[in-house]
């Protein structure tokens, strides 16, 4: 049985504060980070304050929420491995949530992608005994200074103790706590290096930012990610899981292969009509005008991305 704990985690996921998803429907995209007092400094500060739910899931897989993405965890006699590392502001809940679990050691962690919602705890959880997993974009992209061009901000080199030591390009399988963890490389989709992970004995099956359940995804065109790419990613899952199959999204509640379809469709959905009005010449301030999202925005619209951030970057895509 799934508990649902969507409350607690809707106004705290990623970066929005109170005051600034307030404001979202107000700035253009590229401004929107100016406005705060810088990116990262107002991430770890949000971190710091998190609460974090741990939720069991099946098996010996939990999901912890409230700091940045969705963190997984399985716990067994080879230690606890871990799916994205939250904000480093957050270690001492997470710590705290992770020993409430059980006593094993922490020894391995997995990255879905290089944002900073899923990585910046990389550097502690190393220290604490974690071997970092990844995508070798994502190894990339945490070397090096790599500029999202949305946030209109650069991020720095990650310190070593955050890089994965340990990627891959396509496929990656490993064996531990007696289950197969299989980590397999999307096509290009939310950005170059996402990746799912899937622990085979419970049948769960985390696809990173791939999957924004009950909010707009953030697409980041910047490293390599595009609506025709989340499309066909989302696809890929859906061809991949069954019914029984607990999907664990990037950001909001665990889910399940019906609504990773209803996600699916809105996707397509949205993609079409803006693709289709672009055509005929459209521009994106008459597309935006026509509010292509206006029957989706209820039930989607209330998060980190508001129906014209994520209209523009369709927009950008098609
Ligand atoms: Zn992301």
Avoid at 148 to 176: M, N, Y
Avoid at 233 to 257: F, M, Q, S, W, Y
């Amino acid at each position: 049985m799934i508990t649902n704990v969507h409350s607690g985690i809707s106004r705290r996921h990623f970066l929005v504060s109170g005051t600034l998803a307030a404001a979202v429907p107000l700035l253009d995209p590229h401004h929107l980070f100016a406005e705060v007092d810088g990116l990262v400094a107002t991430a770890r500060k949000e971190g710091a304050e998190s609460k974090i739910t741990l939720q069991p899931l099946r098996g010996e897989v939990s999901v912890l929420m409230g700091s940045g993405g969705n963190i997984a965890v399985l716990t067994g006699r080879d230690g606890k491995l871990l799916v994205d590392a939250g904000y480093a502001g957050s270690r001492i809940q997470i710590g705290d949530a992770l020993a409430a679990i059980d006593s094993n050691p922490i020894k391995h962690l997995i990255n879905t992608h290089w944002h900073f919602d899923h990585t910046d705890g990389n550097e502690w959880l190393h220290s604490a005994g974690a071997t970092i997993f990844a995508h070798e974009n994502t190894r990339k992209h945490l070397s090096t200074s790599t500029r999202v061009k949305a946030w209109d901000f650069t991020f720095p080199p990650s310190p070593p103790g955050a890089i994965p030591a340990e990627v891959f390009t396509a496929e990656r399988t490993l064996d531990l706590n007696r289950t197969q963890i299989a980590l397999k490389r999307f096509a290009p989709a939310h950005t170059d290096g996402d990746i799912s992970v899937h622990f085979a004995n419970a049948d769960i099956l985390h696809v990173g930012d791939t999957f924004w359940n009950g909010y707009y995804p953030f697409i980041d065109y910047s490293t390599g990610g595009s609506i025709e790419g989340m499309i066909r990613a989302t696809e890929t899952t859906l061809a991949k899981v069954t019914e029984k199959t607990v999907i664990i999204p990037g950001h909001g509640p665990v889910a399940d292969k019906s609504r990773l379809r209803s996600y699916c469709d809105l996707l397509v959905t949205v993609r079409d009509k803006v693709a289709s009005l672009k055509k005929q010449g459209q521009s994106l301030d008459e597309v935006l005008a026509s509010k292509p999202t206006a029957s989706y925005d209820s039930k989607w619209g209330g998060g980190f991305m508001s129906p014209t951030m994520f209209t523009r970057l369709i927009f950008e895509g098609v």
